[in-house]
DNA sequence: TCTTGATCCTGTAGTAACTACAGGGGCTAC
DNA sequence: GTAGCCCCTGTAGTTACTACAGGATCAAGA
């Protein structure tokens, strides 16, 4: 199932000309080309692509995305330095997560909270400011 | 406790010209100067400046920072539309939620089974790829 | 009192991560 | 054979910052 640029980015939910960027850029490798010149990608590609896309969404940079790449594709050589990596990310991971769910549960209350016409205050911002 | 721009900055965790360009785009209010010219902030500031920093880091457009303000600041008339707006917010997040406990998984596997020489295959790009 | 250092001001230029467009070519299908 | 869709390349524009230049303010020390 050879996919073509536009197939790809689709597939991925990503634009058209991010594919062309990232592969400008070596997050993605150069794919062959078929007879006519055409960018030729296999499922791969698209695994690949589409975790770019979800990490990007969860908040990391281009560079951050690239560590993680190059840890799942054995940039590393010994164990310790995959678990201190591999843990030091899971620990960014679950800081984001604290955050998310604090963010959740201040707009669910305040939707629950929200009946005929009184709009409540919303604490999101206020609890999501706090230096923990 | 008026603040100026650069401990503004600091305390919040962001770089001292993002605020002003914050300001110029109409996210953070023109804050009162003082004698010298100086800006002056207060409490709210640092809670706005630090929720935006906050949620840019889980991912969040600064357009979608907008919609959550403009949601607690109290833009939206009936109980209905923030209910409605609150509620696609808190699916978004749950979203994400989901997406960052598949990746902390994937990477506190891989750490755990890492012994000695063996380094293993991580599946974290394979996990995320998935359309779900 | 003078100067050094830190901070502020404004305007503008540079960077990261895309996104769009112009000008041209390759298929397929009516 | 031409209309419509996709692809190619190069380049320019956008978003969200970030850095820098040139100058003012102000506290502290020589």
Avoid: W
């Amino acid at each position: 199932m050879p996919l073509r640029r536009g197939e790809l980015a689709r597939r991925a939910g990503c634009n058209i000309e991010t594919v062309r960027y990232y592969e400008r850029i070596g997050l993605l490798p150069n794919p062959p080309r078929s007879e006519n010149g055409f960018r030729s990608y296999e499922e791969r590609h698209l695994t690949r692509l589409t975790f770019i896309r979800r990490a990007r969404e969860l908040g990391f940079t281009l560079e951050e995305v690239q560590n993680l790449l190059r840890l799942v594709d054995g940039g590393h050589s010994t164990c310790a330095q995959v678990q201190e990596l591999a843990l030091r990310h899971a620990d960014e991971i679950q800081r984001k997560i604290n955050d998310l769910h604090q963010m959740q549960h201040a707009l669910k209350e305040m939707s629950a909270q929200c009946s005929g016409e009184e709009v409540p205050k919303c604490p999101i911002v206020e609890i999501l400011s706090e230096t923990s």
